[in-house]
């Protein structure tokens, strides 16, 4: 049995909004940084500056490595259960996924072809 494909679209979804998450994430931390940075307050730096950026910095070297086993075991699932590469099985049900999936889909080494993302 394979996942419906509106089963399917809400872990393509659940997915979707996790790479958002992260990437809310990575800018709060930017922002953070931003203001510690801008501090006229040389202990506001001395005592933040370092775990704030490496704080951002971890977030945004984890944008799509979170999602990666996730998405993996629904592209496997696809393959496995259904006999179909992720863009022929978006083909046949005629789905289209957004860019943010497409990017984890992108470093799984299984990338989403343009016509079957969403425009």
């Known amino acids: 049995m394979i996942v419906t494909t509106s089963e399917f679209m809400?872990?393509?979804?659940?997915?979707?909004?996790?790479?958002d998450g992260i990437m809310v994430c990575?800018?709060?931390?930017?922002?953070?940084l931003n203001l510690i940075?801008?501090?006229s307050d040389p202990y506001v730096e001395a005592d933040m500056l370092d775990p704030w950026y490496q704080n951002m910095s971890d977030t945004e070297r984890s944008t799509t490595d979170l999602l990666l086993r996730s998405t993996q075991s629904l592209l496997t699932h696809v393959g496995t259960r259904g006999g179909l590469q992720i863009n022929d099985y978006l083909?046949?049900?005629n789905l289209k996924v957004s860019r943010e999936f497409s990017s984890v889909c992108e470093v799984l080494g299984q990338p989403i072809i343009e016509s079957n993302i969403q425009p």
């Open 10 to 19: 809400a872990l393509e979804g659940f997915i979707t909004s996790g790479y």
């Open 26 to 32: 990575a800018a709060n931390m930017q922002s953070g």
């Open 91 to 93: 083909l046949v049900n």
């Open 37 to 39: 940075v801008a501090s």
